[in-house]
């Protein structure tokens, strides 16, 4: 009996079996670079802002006024200059996946024990001792 070469693609897998406890599996996004609140906050407004300015179409939605309004409220760090450090003080610990990082830019947790407890798999890639340092480091840079 001959075997015959496949005549399709393989199957994917299937959809949902995303996981970020203590590890981080998010699929097809696995690889995907990830932004902050903050820094979505600050793509999108700009975006928005060059279209007004050039006079184009901006179309704005209500998904994008919503969205907009979301970032506004949600974003822990409203200058640039104090997002662009916190990326520089998240993106100097590579042993953190790139998902965790923003997570950490996000959330923006009071202590380490919090940032375990809300991404479970920090828990064995740094100390409670730096993660506080680095923890205190960015809190430095939210607005009072």
Request: hydrophobic share 35%; glycine share 2%; charged share 30%.
């Amino acid at each position: 009996m001959a075997h015959f070469p496949a005549t399709s693609r393989a199957k994917a897998a299937p959809a949902g079996n995303e996981e970020a406890s203590t590890t981080i599996n998010l699929g097809e996004f696995q690889d995907v670079d990830t932004l902050t609140l903050s820094e979505a906050s600050l793509v999108i407004n700009a975006l928005v802002a060059k279209r007004r300015n050039d006079r184009k179409n901006v179309n704005e939605t209500e998904m994008l006024r919503k969205t907009i309004d979301y970032l506004d409220a949600f974003s822990r760090f409203k200058k640039k200059e104090n997002v662009e450090a916190v990326e520089r003080l998240l993106s100097a610990h590579k042993e953190f996946h790139k998902f965790e990082r923003a997570q950490l830019g996000s959330l923006c947790c009071e202590n380490a024990d919090e940032a375990k407890t809300l991404i479970p798999s920090l828990t064995d890639k740094i100390s409670d001792e730096d993660l506080q340092e680095l923890l205190d480091e960015m809190n430095k840079y939210m607005p009072q």
